[in-house]
């Protein structure tokens, strides 16, 4: 008997249980974001008398909450404070990477 083959089907097995491990897990990370994404897309009433129905078992979709949440957040003054934020750190984080990098440069030649 081959020793790679032996080797190899216990390989295929390991990663076949890795695999169905880890399909698992993500299917159990990604519930509570499905769940929520299928409710933003329902009626309350429809929330509150089956959160686990899928979309196809209710009656109608409704892209209300959206408006509503985007409404009440004042959801362009705060993607207004995310962006400079993140350009902000963006320009510092090049800017000083791009002289550290000089430096160390100059210092190993």
Do not use: E
């Amino acid at each position: 008997m081959n020793q790679t083959s032996i080797g190899g089907t216990k390989k295929k097995v390991a990663d076949a249980l890795a695999m169905t491990g880890l399909i698992i897990i993500f299917i159990a990370y990604m519930f509570p974001f499905i769940m929520v994404v299928i409710n933003s897309l329902k009626q309350k009433r429809d929330i509150i008398k089956s959160p686990f129905s899928w979309l196809f078992t209710i009656k109608g979709l409704s892209f209300d909450n959206f408006v509503k949440a985007f409404n009440q957040m004042n959801f362009l003054n705060a993607f207004k404070n995310s962006l400079i934020v993140t350009a902000s750190a963006t320009i510092l984080v090049t800017l000083l990477a791009a002289m550290l990098a000089y430096y160390y440069f100059k210092k190993t030649i």
